[in-house]
Antibody, heavy 123, light 112 residues
Framework: QVQMVESGGGVVQPGRSLRLSCAAS????????LHWVRQAPGKGLEWVAV????????NYADSVKGRFTISRDNSKNTLYLQMNSLRAEDTAVYYC????????????????WGQGTLVTVSS | DIVMTQSPLSLPVTPGEPASISCRSS???????????LDWYMQKPGQSPQLLIY???TRASGVPDRFSGSGSGTNFTLKISRVEVEDVGVYYC?????????FGPGTKVDIK
């Protein structure tokens, strides 16, 4: 069955960096676009970034553009999120999610989600 | 950016009764290909979100048929024909037409 497992979260000081990973299994990883979506404590969902199936297209939320970088390694079935210059407002549970399509936007939605990894930015 | 709004933000429901959530977008979500790029997600307490509806009205795999989605270019509705206790959670609409993808604020559904 499809599984997506995030890792790499933790407590980090403002201005520092962190890299999240999302290990996927149970499907042909290289055929799907992949997202990062976050949820601040007690808040709603916020889309962060997406990468196309082949890595050739990526898009970001304005709130993270220039600070976060999404990448993938199709040989390792793993999605990454490099987060630099972290701010207190980046504190959230970060979910990776598979899109049912190869490219985004104009796609069909996040059909599988991981359990999330908590990132806390605090001094 | 496309702004998504939902109403109500809180919805107490009675098991066995119908329920309805409205979602509006600041721009039409109707693509030139004829599809409406609007998704519905449900997040049960303590769980990850799950996809209920995509392309405005298509149920995702495994979603019970008591859930249905409908709508025009900017006005969408999620209906639950007969609410069950397991339907408690927060429901989000999300536009998938253009980046940045944007979610509505969420509608919290709980039992009266």
């Amino acid at each position: 069955q499809v599984q997506m497992v995030e890792s790499g979260g933790g407590v980090v000081q403002p201005g520092r960096s962190l890299r999240l990973s999302c290990a996927a299994s149970g499907f042909t990883f290289s055929k799907y676009a992949l997202h990062w979506v976050r949820q601040a404590p007690g808040k709603g969902l916020e889309w962060v970034a997406v990468m196309s199936y082949d890595g050739n297209s990526k898009n970001y939320a304005d709130s993270v553009k220039g600070r976060f970088t999404i990448s993938r390694d199709n040989s390792k079935n793993t999605l990454y999120l490099q987060m630099n210059s972290l701010r207190a407002e980046d504190t959230a549970v970060y979910y990776c999610a598979r899109d049912g399509s190869r490219v985004v936007p104009a796609a069909i939605g996040c059909d599988y989600w991981g359990q999330g990894t908590l990132v806390t930015v605090s001094s | 950016d496309i702004v998504m709004t939902q109403s109500p933000l809180s919805l107490p429901v009675t098991p066995g009764e119908p329920a309805s959530i409205s979602c509006r977008s600041s721009q039409s979500l109707l693509h030139s290909n004829g599809y409406k790029y609007l998704d519905w997600y449900m997040q049960k307490p303590g769980q990850s979100p799950q996809l209920l509806i995509y392309l405005g009205s298509t149920r995702a795999s495994g979603v019970p048929d008591r859930f249905s989605g409908s709508g025009s270019g900017t006005n969408f509705t999620l209906k639950i024909s007969r609410v069950e206790v397991e339907d408690v959670g927060v429901y989000y609409c999300m536009q998938a037409l253009q980046t940045p993808l944007t979610f509505g604020p969420g509608t919290k559904v709980d039992i009266k």
